[in-house]
């Protein structure tokens, strides 16, 4: 039989290292869904109660209020699954509920290169091997004695999920996006 025990969210230790900056609008999307959905998704603590992975999304439910969490221990053999009684997937709410928690997780990751990099070389592994590419972006240089700008383009759009994938695909391709109302 696992131990199971209820503690207060605020004794789960976020990771001081966090690989994940996460994005503004990542943080957005995961707001407006923990409000129209609550918590669905377990996150992963080590043996210290430190958070491994769910670290903005423990963020996220203090923020909102959701003061309780279940710890399962387990020694990673046994897949831990969080059953929700209240939602049907073949339903509007389940259906609209799958698709927040994918592109909430695709929308706040923002990887800590320089950290990531720090962290495989104290700890021997390589980030590539996990689909993390380290490249560094080449920094502009002036060439010819012509003056480098700083540009900003400006998008306005009434349709919520058209913004979302533009945004995403920005981000993806590394432009530094921020959301505004």
């Not at 706040?108 to 091997?129: G, S």
């Amino acid at each position: 039989m696992k131990k199971v025990v209820e503690v207060n969210i605020d004794s789960l230790i976020p990771d001081d290292k966090n690989f994940n900056r996460g994005t503004e609008y990542g943080d957005h999307l995961m707001d407006e869904s923990l409000r129209k959905f609550g918590l669905g998704r377990s996150v992963l603590l080590d043996k210290n109660d430190r958070i491994i992975a769910g670290n903005k999304t423990v963020e996220k439910a203090a923020e909102l209020g959701f003061e309780n969490a279940i710890i399962v221990e387990t020694d990673g053999k046994t897949l831990v699954a969080v059953r929700r009684n209240d939602i049907d997937l073949d339903s509007a709410k389940g259906r609209e509920f799958a698709l927040a928690d994918n592109a909430t997780s695709k929308a706040n990751i923002c990887f800590d290169t320089d950290l990531i990099m720090q962290e495989a070389e104290i700890y021997d592994f390589d980030p590539e091997d996990w689909g993390v590419t380290m490249e560094q972006p080449e920094e502009e240089q002036p060439e010819d004695g012509k003056k480098v700008i700083d540009t900003r383009l400006i998008v306005e759009c009434s349709d919520v999920s058209k913004l979302s994938l533009l945004y995403s695909e920005l981000q993806d391709r590394g432009f530094k996006c921020e959301l505004k109302k």
